[in-house]
């Protein structure tokens, strides 16, 4: 079981907008502003796509942005397209007690 | 550019000691602030950090796996290397290494390698 709950899937169609949540505690997500998500392509290893809950590392589409409410971080790809099918999966710090991150336990995008 | 490649055995038998490298290019790992981490990734399954080594030599385990494992660097050879020991069947996984940017509370990787798949099976 992951540290940060994510749904399994999630599916738009292309054009469209859709939303991932990664629910933690305040802990981990509610108690610090480093949420980070990554993107993993089948067979491939994992991309960073936003970091420290809003930022996008250069060269990220600014189709995807990231947000966080409490406990709860999202991200958002907006104008969906097929090559954004993939894996995502949050991130976050979890205090300095039990130094480290957590990782959700990822969402399947899926591109109708 | 930073690349990392991981390097190690594909089939390690249970309880035997597992042994991977991590071998990067395009930052030095004595750089203030950087860090190289390792990762793993059952098959289907999600991800999950094991352990971090800082340019100072300072060290950050997983509290479930800190019993087993280490990670060390050689500076020198651009290279980190994890072990862990007691391997059993449920530590079946694709193994990453990745780059921790220098900064003030960077909790995130930047740069990840290819990652290796190590079975565990007699």
């Known amino acids: 079981q992951s540290a940060l709950t994510q749904p399994p899937s999630a599916s738009g169609s292309p054009g469209q907008s859709v939303t991932i949540s990664c629910t933690g505690t305040?802990?981990?997500?509610?108690?610090?502003?480093?949420v980070s998500w990554y993107q993993q392509h089948p067979g491939k290893a994992p991309k960073l796509m936003i970091y420290?809950?809003?930022q996008r590392p250069s060269g990220v589409p600014d189709r995807f942005s990231g947000s966080k409410s409490g406990n709860t971080a999202s991200l958002t790809v907006s104008g969906l397209q097929a090559e954004d099918e993939a894996d995502y999966y949050c991130?976050?710090?979890?205090?300095?007690?039990?130094?480290?991150?957590?990782f959700g336990g990822g969402t399947k995008l899926t591109v109708l | 550019q930073i690349t990392l490649k991981e390097s190690g055995p594909t089939l390690v038998k249970p309880t035997q000691t597992l042994t991977l490298t991590c071998t990067f290019s395009?930052?030095?790992?004595?750089?203030?602030?950087?860090?190289v981490g390792w990762i793993r990734q059952p098959p289907g399954k999600a991800l999950e950090w094991l352990a971090l080594?800082?340019?100072?030599?300072?060290?950050r385990y997983t509290p479930s796996l800190k019993n087993r494992l280490t990670i060390t660097k050689d500076t020198s050879k651009n290279q980190v290397v994890l072990t862990m020991t007691n391997m059993d069947p449920v530590d079946t996984a694709t193994y990453y290494c990745?780059?921790?940017?220098?900064?003030?509370?960077?909790?995130?990787?930047?740069?990840w390698g290819q990652g290796t798949l190590v079975t565990v099976s007699s």
């Open positions: 305040s802990s981990d997500v509610g108690g610090y502003n480093s």
């Open positions: 080594i800082y340019w100072d030599d300072d060290k």
């Open positions: 395009g930052f030095s790992l004595s750089t203030s602030g950087v860090g």
């Open positions: 420290e809950v809003r």
């Open positions: 991130s976050s710090y979890a205090g300095s007690k039990k130094w480290g991150v957590v």
């Open positions: 990745a780059h921790r940017k220098s900064g003030v509370s960077v909790y995130y990787f930047d740069f």
